[in-house]
T-cell receptor
Framework: EPEVTQTPSHQVTQMGQEVILRCVPI?????FYWYRQILGQKVEFLVS????????KSEIFDDQFSVERPDGSNFTLKIRSTKLEDSAMYFC???????????FGEGSWLTVV | GDSVTQMEGPVTLSEEAFLTINCTYT??????LFWYVQYPGEGLQLLLK?????DKGSNKGFEATYRKETTSFHLEKGSVQVSDSAVYFC???????????FGQGTELSVKP
């Protein structure tokens, strides 16, 4: 079964450093997303991406965050200058054109120290 | 605005017990409804879904029926196993772009 893959599975970074989280969505999907889950809390929407541009973003997704689809397969989330409160599990997700179901990756644990 | 409310956890059950995890929602229109499961140390997996009122989604012995009249999508399983121990999330899309909002998650712990 096709799946969304994410790398790295876990990253530890120092406060103020830049981090790039990578995702390979399911190949025929056209909608891409990033969500995050702070430990013990609800899964929160960060951003959606369609047709090579951001279609929606949450209040969390400020100027420190950016997304990119650098080629036909990868979808990246960049945090420019990490803060302690960015420590969370970050999930990539994708959806096909029918819009029926969103599939999530395994997540990338980001720990900012 | 749209919202999802789940029963609070943790829920602790013995193996073979009956499970219900309540989920109610507030939404404009009649969106699809989803249950996702997160096993320890893993990501979110789609467990089941229902796309319209009175639909029943089912998978791995779990079921949930889309009840328009009570705006509910309760998750049930007749006989839980230790391997069902996980956090369960109810979710609904809030627009055509597929943005999901999640309930707060309900942790299930099944003891042998």
């Amino acid at each position: 079964e096709p799946e969304v893959t994410q790398t790295p599975s876990h990253q530890v970074t120092q406060m103020g450093q830049e981090v790039i989280l990578r995702c390979v969505p399911i190949s025929n999907h056209l909608y891409f997303y990033w969500y995050r889950q702070i430990l013990g809390q609800k899964v929160e929407f960060l951003v959606s991406f369609y047709n090579n541009e951001i279609s929606e973003k949450s209040e969390i997704f400020d100027d420190q965050f950016s997304v990119e689809r650098p080629d036909g397969s990868n979808f990246t989330l960049k945090i420019r200058s990490t803060k302690l409160e960015d420590s969370a599990m970050y999930f990539c997700a994708s959806m096909d054109i029918s819009g029926n179901t969103i599939y999530f990756g395994e997540g990338s644990w980001l720990t900012v120290v | 605005g749209d919202s999802v409310t789940q029963m609070e956890g943790p829920v602790t059950l013995s193996e073979e017990a009956f499970l219900t995890i309540n989920c109610t929602y507030t939404a404009t229109g009649y969106p699809s409804l989803f249950w996702y499961v997160q096993y320890p140390g893993e990501g979110l997996q789609l467990l089941l879904k229902a796309t319209k009122a009175d639909d029943k989604g089912s998978n791995k012995g779990f079921e949930a029926t889309y009840r328009k009249e009570t705006t509910s999508f309760h998750l049930e399983k007749g006989s839980v196993q230790v391997s069902d121990s996980a956090v369960y999330f109810c979710a609904l899309p809030v627009n055509q772009g597929g943005k999901l909002i999640f309930g707060q998650g309900t942790e299930l712990s099944v003891k042998p």
